[in-house]
């Protein structure tokens, strides 16, 4: 929520030029913004063969979520604009190191090449036919980005 206030002899007054944005804007963008500069270092990595790329849904019946770790550029992406995915780790590939797990917080150089993290397991859903597209990164629909 964006409020406008002036002050005018000691009082706050609606109509002024000044912007004050919730705290729970401001961590929403600097989210929104972080995940944006984490899709674009995106890579996969080119020393894996692709069999070695792997991608994994893992579950038992006492959890409510679903952990997934992938290691395949367009489901990396997806996964990481989908709005309920909550990243613990990142596969890191620099100049220095390769394929180091770094926490999303410390994550300051070098490509992505995996992704790890969970969903509710209110968003897994399989259907009673396949999808008309049988690529990986279809497994998170392009209409669930776009419902942010």
């Known amino acids: 929520m964006h409020q406008k ?12 030029t000044e912007t004050t944005v919730s705290p729970s804007e401001s961590t929403e963008q ?15 990595d080119r020393r894996l063969e692709p069999v070695e790329k792997e991608t994994l849904f893992r579950f038992d019946k006492t959890e409510d979520r ?8 367009g489901l ?14 990142l596969r890191v590939v620099t100049e220095e190191s390769w394929g ?10 070098g490509s992505i ?16 036919s396949s999808r008309s597209i049988s690529q990986h990164a279809a497994i998170v629909p392009d209409r669930v980005l776009r419902e942010e």
């Open 76 to 89: 990396m992406r997806r996964l990481l604009q989908h709005p309920e995915f909550r990243l613990e780790s």
């Open 5 to 16: 206030t002036v002050d005018v002899d000691g009082s706050k007054s609606p109509m002024s």
């Open 113 to 128: 090449t995996g992704v790890d993290g969970w969903v509710p397991i209110g968003v897994l859903s399989l259907k009673t």
């Open 30 to 44: 600097h989210s929104r913004d972080r995940r944006e500069r984490l899709v674009e270092v995106v890579a996969e």
């Open 100 to 109: 180091e797990h770094v926490d999303p917080d410390d994550f300051d150089e």
């Open 66 to 73: 679903i952990s997934v770790y992938t290691e395949e550029g």
